[in-house]
């Protein structure tokens, strides 16, 4: 099993940017990508960025030049840094992680989830 957890969510001001953390523990060794969802009430949920050990990356089209994601695999810790964050960008952004290092833009690769973090945009 493989416990995320993520931290860094808050409130920012549309333009401005935040940074989130998710930290893996347990059978760390069966990860192999990991990436960040997102979520509203009522939409569907969305990847928006992810990650292999080997460093090969995915991003949405719609944050592509604002968002960026990095892997410290010696802390077991994937980073997003989110900068001008749009208003429709509030969400619970959710770390995800993945034995199967292909095919990372789709849903189904993942196995582990956390419980989210919320990321709060004010316009």
């Known amino acids: 099993q493989v416990q995320l957890v993520e931290t860094g969510g808050g409130l920012v001001q549309a333009g401005g940017s935040l940074g989130l953390s998710c930290v893996a523990s347990?059978?760390?060794?069966?990860?192999?990508?990991m990436g960040w969802y997102r979520q509203t009430p009522g939409k569907e949920r969305e990847l928006v960025t992810a990650?292999?050990?080997?460093?090969?990356?995915y991003y949405a089209n719609s944050v592509k030049g604002r968002f960026t994601i990095s892997r410290d695999n010696a802390k077991n810790t994937v980073n997003l840094q989110m900068n001008s964050l749009k208003p429709e960008e509030a969400a619970v952004y959710c770390c995800?992680?993945?034995?199967?290092?292909?095919?990372?833009?789709?849903?189904?690769?993942?196995?582990?989830w956390g419980q989210g973090t919320q990321v709060t945009v004010s316009s």
């Open positions: 347990g059978n760390i060794f069966s990860i192999n990508a």
């Open positions: 995800a992680a993945a034995g199967n290092p292909y095919g990372i833009s789709t849903a189904r690769v993942y196995e582990y």
């Open positions: 990650i292999t050990t080997s460093g090969y990356s």
